[in-house]
């Protein structure tokens, strides 16, 4: 996939994964049919290595800079969120990518436990996704 978006330093691997399906009109399980996978919906924990690899060649990226981006591989004081739904992201931040023509994406540390406001803006309460997919009448 020679159109595929770099990942950011601070992102979650699954951002990525929708970043690049999004880049290509898909949505991440497409893309992992693709790619003969049959991974869990949550790679942001602990990926299995053969996605990581298989994600990392179809991106033409080292499969390194992926697995780096992998919760298990940052240490948080509290742990992390493992459910994508019950974490928290920062609208202004959202806001701030695409103002600044950036892919919106997901950072890491919005998926921290003791994360209850934003370090950039902590002025912004954190809006759960599970809320935003509520709002939007998205399935959860």
């Keep these: 996939m020679p159109l595929a978006p770099r990942p950011y330093d601070d992102e979650l691997i699954s951002s990525w994964q929708a970043r690049?399906?999004?880049?290509y009109s898909r949505r991440s399980a497409d893309i992992e049919a693709w790619l003969g996978l049959d991974s869990p919906a949550d790679n942001d924990f602990d990926p299995d290595l053969t996605s990581v690899w298989r994600w990392s060649r179809a991106c033409r990226i080292r499969p390194a800079v992926v697995e780096a981006l992998a919760l298990s591989r940052n240490a948080a004081p509290l742990g992390y969120v493992r459910q994508s739904r019950w974490r928290g992201i920062?609208?202004?931040?959202?806001?701030?990518?695409?103002?600044n023509g950036r892919d919106q994406y997901l950072r890491r540390h919005w998926s921290r436990a003791e994360t209850v406001a934003c370090s950039i803006h902590p002025r912004s309460p954190p809006v759960l996704l599970s809320e935003m997919f509520h709002a939007m009448r998205l399935p959860v």
């Excluded at 690049?20 to 880049?23: K, T």
């Design 20 to 23: 690049v399906a999004a880049r």
């Design 90 to 99: 920062c609208p202004a931040c959202l806001e701030g990518d695409r103002r």
